[in-house]
């Protein structure tokens, strides 16, 4: 039953969250929370055989990485148009 509203959950953000299902996101000074967000929701796709949970935490991955200078932060405005 927990199993069951922790899937729901974690299906619920990824549709209407921070994250869309491309992983993209307008990074900001409160955007802190989606990282480990994205990884609590890989970590349950994995737990529990859940590809889609995986394949979209790993979108929101590769888009951190692209965007995130090597020493490791996310630059605010990243994501916003204009940027």
Same mark, same amino acid.
């Given at each position: 039953?927990?199993? /069951?509203?922790? =899937?729901?959950?974690? +299906?619920?953000?990824?549709?209407?969250?921070?994250?869309?299902? /491309? !992983?993209? &996101?307008?990074?900001?000074?409160?955007?802190?929370?989606? =990282?480990?967000?994205?990884? !609590?929701?890989?970590? =349950? *796709?994995?737990? %529990? *055989?859940?590809?889609?949970?995986?394949?979209?935490?790993?979108?929101?991955?590769?888009?951190? +990485?692209?965007?995130?200078?090597? &020493?490791? &932060?996310? +630059?605010?405005?990243?994501?916003?148009? *204009? %940027?």
């Amino acid at each position: 039953m927990a199993i /069951d509203l922790a =899937l729901l959950i974690a +299906r619920y953000y990824m549709k209407h969250g921070d994250v869309p299902p /491309d !992983g993209r &996101f307008r990074a900001d000074t409160h955007s802190g929370g989606v =990282l480990p967000v994205s990884a !609590g929701v890989a970590r =349950l *796709g994995l737990a %529990f *055989g859940q590809r889609e949970l995986v394949e979209w935490a790993h979108r929101v991955y590769l888009w951190t +990485r692209e965007n995130t200078p090597d &020493f490791g &932060f996310l +630059r605010d405005g990243v994501g916003l148009e *204009g %940027f």
